[in-house]
């Protein structure tokens, strides 16, 4: 099993910036892939951002590129999501997720643990 914490979300003025953390704890997964998803009341769950082991793949959905940055640190078990120049429309629950077998997908299915999410809020 493998749980998983996000901090870091909170509430930012519209151009501001967070910086959220994903810490994993239990069992150590080599070679999985890590990746961010947000959701809103009443709207589909939404891929963010994704990361390899390796950090040699990584994907990001278009409506972050260039402003959102996934990182990780395998030694501390923790991925990290930069947001920069935030939008009012980025405010969402966001939920960090692990994928136990190598390959960045987009789809959240097919991640196997899931965060209790946080909490982001952005005003215009």
């Known amino acids: 099993q493998v749980q998983l914490v996000e901090s870091g979300g909170g509430l930012v003025q519209a151009g501001g910036s967070l910086r959220l953390s994903c810490a994993a704890s239990?069992?150590?997964?080599?070679?999985?892939?890590m990746g961010w998803f947000r959701q809103t009341p009443g709207k589909e769950r939404e891929f963010v951002a994704a990361?390899?082991?390796?950090?040699?793949?990584?994907s990001y959905a278009d409506s972050v590129k260039g402003r959102f940055t996934i990182s990780r640190d395998n030694a501390k078990r923790t991925v990290y999501l930069q947001m920069n120049s935030l939008k009012p429309e980025d405010a969402a629950v966001y939920y960090c997720?692990?994928?136990?077998?190598?390959?960045?997908?987009?789809?959240?299915?097919?991640?196997?643990?899931w965060g209790q999410g946080t909490q982001v809020t952005v005003s215009s």
């Open positions: 990361l390899s082991w390796s950090e040699i793949a990584i």
């Open positions: 997720a692990v994928k136990v077998s190598p390959g960045i997908v987009r789809t959240g299915d097919d991640y196997n643990y």
């Open positions: 239990g069992r150590t997964v080599i070679g999985s892939v």
